[in-house]
């Protein structure tokens, strides 16, 4: 199929949507579809994608974006205030992990080299698939989460010396030293050229391009910038993607790193797909099988081995048994970085091809497992450790010992929650409070805060925070999924109960609400009601009249505010959430002359919530208002309502003859 490019990037295309519309649906991440999709596809399958230096070329760029990603998130400020864990855990898992994989390439026997090479390939975790189920669990605080997080963190910063490190140990065994000391000499001077040169040019630069507002323009400045410093480190000798980390550390330190992210996110996912699909090529099925022995014992060296020397550091860094087996269970998966590191290897043809094949297969079915292990990875822990079982309860009984009757339980005791803890206390209604952050809950305690330590999308910890008991619950989490499995368990627990629910915006309320919250508070609505009442105030309106005000759109549960009209996008907005659109009535619009009921709009799934005649618009309008030349429409709907009732008020006759049809 090498005449039939075209065909072949429509056979990716298409494979690719399928799996991860697929593996979507099973909740397992998309590189799992960009592997098969290889894997199907590959030159040891089907043999409809060829192996060609042009489509590698092309996946690297995908690695390249990634690293400038990295480099975009780098902190030094997180690095520091997590020194202990990431320089000193971190550290030490990715050298004892390295150094354990250099013994056992000796003993099979395999050159050392090939023991680095697996040592730093396996010592990866999956940072994305980790740090995403942590927050789905709500345990980026708990102190398992804290750990994984550190470790991860000092895993991605390790990539950089093991991408300069490859290649240097592609060279002659003889200068072997000589190459990895100019190596990193050239690694040394030219990362010092880039910051000492870059760090005072990047944001006056960004600035300049800025001030053009040329969306183009700001895009075509990003792929400048990050390629042309990858190119400058692989001029140098040294790796694409060193120069694309050192990129994106350097605009980070810019105000226009958001905009960045965002801008790249399309080319990095893109790219990167491609790079896993180039991973999947790779998979040589018929030597799997033939050396499935390996492929498990490779599998048991990443959880088990791997697992081990996780919870051995943990342990030695005065945690007890049961956090240092979770934090095990969570990092023991091979990582995306793992992938990079072994493409990398094989293209300097450093892993012969009866290692490759196998540690391949490990990588692939640790990963494969990891959702499973991370997601179960507290009931895991309790059936292996008594001590940890032990411990659990006595977390419940400390939370029963406030045994309060008549509370409020609070879910989540950040800035919002002792707001209204305050509150709370304030008007002498007893609270007890639940967070998995250790320093929050320790440091209220410690100044005789009704707070404990606790996860209150569990059963037995809501049971102990005495929810048979309670007046009401609210709801704190900035998370809206987080919230809803709250909900969720204390509907079956307590159907009868007040839950108060925090929500982002309006767009929320409909989730919430469905998912059993008797009242939802928008942050941004409220927002915006708290403004409009200070600006009726200082425009001279008497305080009762503002009151009455906004006493009046609460009870009209924020109809008067539900709804936005939404630019071309809302960054980290569901797109198929309701909004507002309007609709301008031409002379030929099919919707003249017709009164709102005879238009019916609410069989489309939307409210007309205002119509503009003349410059002055009528909010919620009469059924009887007949539509004039030059009306303009505001209808509230999700996107494809909208869709359709704009075609049939414009065309509607149309419409009715293609439905007919």
């Known amino acids: 199929m090498q005449d039939h490019g075209l065909l072949t990037i429509i056979l990716l295309l298409a494979t690719g949507v399928l799996l991860v519309g697929f593996l979507r649906h099973l909740r397992l991440p998309a590189v799992f579809a960009y592997l098969l999709t290889g894997v199907i596809l590959g030159p040891h399958a089907l043999a409809v994608v060829p192996d060609l230096a042009s489509t590698r070329q092309l996946a690297a760029f995908g ?308 959702p499973v292990l991370v997601e179960r990875n507290g009931w895991l822990t309790r059936q292996m450790v008594g001590s940890y079982r032990h411990h659990r309860d006595q977390q419940l009984a400390d939370i029963r010992s406030a045994n309060l009757q008549a509370h409020v339980v609070l879910c989540g005791y950040g800035r919002v929650g002792q707001s209204v803890g305050r509150v709370l206390e304030e008007e002498g209604i007893p609270f007890v409070a639940l967070d998995l952050d250790p320093v929050r809950v320790r440091q209220a305690q410690s100044a005789g805060e009704s707070i404990f330590y606790g996860d209150a999308s569990r059963r037995d910890v809501l049971q102990a925070a005495g929810i048979f008991s309670a007046r009401a619950v609210v709801i704190t989490y900035a998370n809206v999924t987080s919230s809803q499995r709250v909900l969720s368990i204390i509907k079956e627990l307590r159907p009868d109960l007040p839950v108060v629910v925090r929500a982002h915006d309006d767009s929320q309320l409909e989730r919430l609400e469905a998912a059993g919250a008797d009242e939802v508070v928008p942050e941004v609505t409220e927002g915006a009601l708290m403004l409009a009442s200070q600006a009726l105030l200082l425009l001279g309106f008497p305080i009762s009249t503002v009151l009455r005000r906004v006493r009046r759109f609460r009870q009209e549960r924020y109809q008067f505010f539900r709804g936005a009209f939404w630019g071309s996008s809302e960054p980290g907005e569901d797109q198929g959430s309701a909004r507002l659109a309007s609709i301008a009535l031409g002379e030929t619009a099919f919707a003249l002359h017709l009164s709102l009921r005879e238009l019916n709009l609410t069989s489309f799934g939307v409210v007309v919530v205002a119509v503009r005649r003349h410059g002055i618009r009528g909010r919620e309008p009469s059924p009887d208002t007949v539509l004039q030349p030059g009306d303009v429409l505001v209808l509230f709907g999700t996107p494809a309502a909208l869709t359709q009732a704009e075609l049939y008020v414009l065309e509607g006759n149309k419409v009715q003859e293609a439905a007919a049809v």
């Open 63 to 370: 690695v390249v974006f990634l690293m400038f990603t990295i480099g975009l998130e780098f902190s030094l400020a997180q690095f520091l205030s997590m020194r202990r864990l990431v320089f000193g855990m971190g550290l030490a898992q990715v050298v004892l992990t390295s150094l354990v994989f250099v013994g056992i390439a000796l003993l099979i026997p395999l050159s050392w080299k090939t023991g680095v090479i697996l040592g730093g390939i396996l010592a990866m975790s999956s940072t994305a698939m980790v740090v995403r189920a942590l927050a789905e669990k709500m345990e980026i605080q708990t102190r398992h989460g804290r750990i994984a997080v550190s470790v991860l963190l000092f895993q991605d910063l390790a990539v950089v010396p093991l991408l300069i490190l490859i290649p240097a140990l592609a060279g002659s065994a003889n200068n072997l030293a000589d190459d990895l000391a100019m190596a990193g000499l050239k690694a040394v001077l030219v990362l010092l050229v880039l910051l000492v040169v870059g760090r005072p040019v990047m944001r006056p630069w960004f600035q300049l391009v800025a001030n053009r507002k040329s969306t183009e323009l700001f895009m075509l400045n990003v792929l400048l910038v990050t390629l042309g410093l990858a190119w400058i480190t692989e001029q140098a000798g040294l790796s694409l993607a060193l120069g694309a980390f050192v990129a994106g550390m350097l605009i980070s330190e810019t105000a226009y790193r958001y905009q960045v992210e965002a801008d790249i996110a399309p080319f990095r996912d893109i790219l990167l797909g491609l790079f896993f699909v180039t991973i999947g090529m790779l998979v040589d099925l018929p030597a799997w099988w033939a050396n499935l022995g390996w492929v498990i014992i490779v599998l048991a060296m990443i959880l088990l081995l791997k697992g081990a020397l996780v919870w051995g550091l943990a342990r030695l860094f005065g945690y007890e048994s049961g956090v240092a087996l979770r934090s095990a269970i969570v990092l023991a998966q091979a990582g995306e970085f793992g992938f990079v590191l072994l493409a990398l290897a094989n293209q300097y043809q450093l892993l012969p091809a009866h290692v490759l094949q196998p540690v391949l297969g490990g990588m692939l079915l640790s990963m494969m497992l990891a």
